[in-house]
């Protein structure tokens, strides 16, 4: 489906902005991407043109006929609301209440502790060196997969977390894996993470929102 | 309207409570309390009896009709759905995406940075005194606030963030003030916020929610 005046403002390493790229994908919809750099300029996030669209200062932010939406998840309940093929939410209330519960689990959190702000105050105030930041990101990935890991066992799901197509926990799952991919995180320990991961990874609208796909990913973090 | 069969399990202090408290007090259901203590036994929220309702170790869980939802704004969304008298969301999809997306800042930007097992981990593995970790709170609260303030500024909202009635936005708005209020912070430069807290506290599904009027709320913190 074409649904002209669609603007993503992402970053390409970004959680937030990855998923709203698989979720943009798996709803078949066109989309223009305008790059936000998050360290260039200290930070184009907050520069005046871009807090006029996004008071937050955090990207991504969606543009749909002239109308600014930020916050990652309110973007996938809009898109699901305003797009509704190809559901990103289950139809039954209960199962759309776990989907969520997962989805917001990650993305407040996981995904916030390890947010480039935080690791930013955290060296500038607290003075901790690379190592020590890094030791952090861990020690928050480690608790959040533990707990996504039994409450995914708890839901028994199939190949995705519900019914047989990824949604909107998968949206924030893949992107949370992918971040711990980069701090090397041992991943052993959650086969049913690992198990639906892998499964989304073969799904086209993931493989086109990946981080090494975009069109301001650095040539040296590109990928095929 | 009473709904048999909705428990909440919740901590008197705790802001995503707060918010469920104010959502079903806002729909008029009736709902008993279990208190978790979160500092008692290690903190009760990690027991094995509250794990198997919640495997994210957090509060709040609502058990409905035997079924337990965990994280808040799931909770919410799940409230909107099955009891859509006094909605918590308004009708457009796009007004809708502007209160997920402050509510959704509140709840995965500002709160997860003050919450207790965060304190925790900076006091017990880098060492922050009450002072430090005071400070840290009261970093992340001012940025927050600061952008809470610009995009309600941007909404130009009425008496509440959006239509005549107080919803999602307010149920995460008044628990941020008063985490606010317990680090006293300055909030005289924030006068949107405090315009429609005022008006949310003279609400009485507002003051029946107040951390100082729970079952479990401490002697010295009770209020009238």
């Not at 390890?114 to 480690?142: F, I, K, P, S």
């Amino acid at each position: 489906m074409n649904a002209p005046g669609l603007v993503l403002h992402h970053y390409w390493r970004s959680s937030a902005s990855y998923r709203v790229r698989i979720a943009l994908n798996l709803k078949g919809l066109e989309y223009a991407i305008r790059p936000v750099h998050l360290l260039e300029g200290g930070g184009q996030q907050h520069h005046d043109a871009y807090r006029r669209l996004n008071p937050q200062s955090l990207v991504p932010t969606l543009v749909h006929d002239g109308h600014a939406i930020g916050q990652s998840l309110a973007i996938l309940e809009y898109l699901d609301e305003r797009f509704p093929g190809n559901p990103l939410l289950p139809a039954d209330a209960l199962a759309r209440a776990q989907v969520r519960g997962l989805a917001l689990y990650i993305a407040s959190e996981g995904q916030p502790l390890m947010n480039l702000r935080v690791l930013q105050y955290l060296q500038t105030t607290h003075g901790l060196d690379e190592e020590a930041r890094n030791d952090w990101v861990r020690h928050w990935l480690t608790v959040n997969f533990c707990n996504v890991e039994a409450q995914l066992t708890a839901l028994k799901p199939g190949d995705y977390v519900s019914g047989d197509a990824p949604g909107m926990a998968e949206c924030c799952l893949v992107p949370h894996a992918f971040a711990a991919a980069r701090f090397q995180l041992d991943m052993t320990t959650y086969p049913t993470v690992n198990r639906i991961v892998g499964n989304c990874l073969q799904v086209p609208a993931f493989q086109k929102a990946h981080p090494g796909r975009q069109p301001d990913t650095p040539e040296e973090f590109r990928i095929g």
